[in-house]
T-cell receptor, first 117, second 113 residues
């Protein structure tokens, strides 16, 4: 099956610094990638949808200036948490879809746990 | 608009007994429905999906789900639970125009020896 790789799997940073998380589709071209945030013992919250070569579409309540998403190629999307604060600590998961159709299977990364001190 | 409700936040079963994880949905469009499993600190793995073909869908690891349009349900079942099935399970619906995905709140399955 298709593989989506996320890096880093764990990151600890100081408050005020920026952190970049990468999401790569290793063996397919992902026309669409999604970024989710998961709080402890809660479901996934969709943060934004990114299509290659265009600006990401953010969900209501998600600060686009704080969570910068770039989808520069068909195999790579990045999420940058700018000026991180302890409340940004969370588990971030990306997913990728091979096709535009809604019925296309999503492939998820392993997730990245961000801890902001 | 669409929504997904997983009726139980926690389900506990004994090893070897049947598993039932309930999911109800609402959608303005013909939905596609998915069940994903998430093990601790891991990403999500697709168990099975319904995309308007057969209403009884078989997935990996012995799981299956039946799409019941009249009941707007897509419950996940397994005849015999295994310890390795202990995880968080998410029911997901997609069907609106665009790439809209809606996740249920998740059901944590615990399997007792």
């Amino acid at each position: 099956g298709a593989v989506v790789s996320q890096h880093p799997s764990r990151v600890i940073c100081k408050s005020g610094t920026s952190v970049k998380i990468e999401c790569r589709s290793l063996d397919f071209q992902a026309t669409t990638m999604f970024w989710y945030r998961q709080f402890p013992k809660q479901s996934l919250m969709l943060m934004a949808t990114s299509n290659e070569g265009s600006k990401a579409t953010y969900e209501q309540g998600v600060e686009k200036d704080k969570f910068l998403i770039n989808h520069a190629s068909l195999t790579l999307s990045t999420l940058t948490v700018t000026s991180a604060h302890p409340e940004d600590s969370s588990f971030y998961i990306c997913s990728a879809r091979r096709t535009v159709a809604n019925t296309g299977e999503l492939f998820f990364g392993e997730g990245s746990r961000l801890t902001v001190l | 608009a669409q929504s997904v409700t997983q009726l139980d936040s926690h389900v506990s079963v004994s090893e070897g007994t049947p598993v039932l994880l309930r999911c109800n949905y609402s959608s303005s469009y013909s939905p596609s429905l998915f069940w994903y499993v998430q093990h601790p600190n891991k990403g999500l793995q697709l168990l099975l999906k319904y995309t308007s073909a057969a209403t009884l869908v078989k997935g990996i690891n012995g799981f299956e789900a039946e799409f019941k349009k009249s009941e707007t349900s897509f419950h996940l079942t397994k005849p015999s639970a295994h310890m390795s099935d202990a995880a968080e399970y998410f029911c997901v619906v997609t069907g609106d125009a665009g790439n809209m995905l809606t996740f249920g709140g998740g059901t944590r399955l615990m399997v007792k020896p």
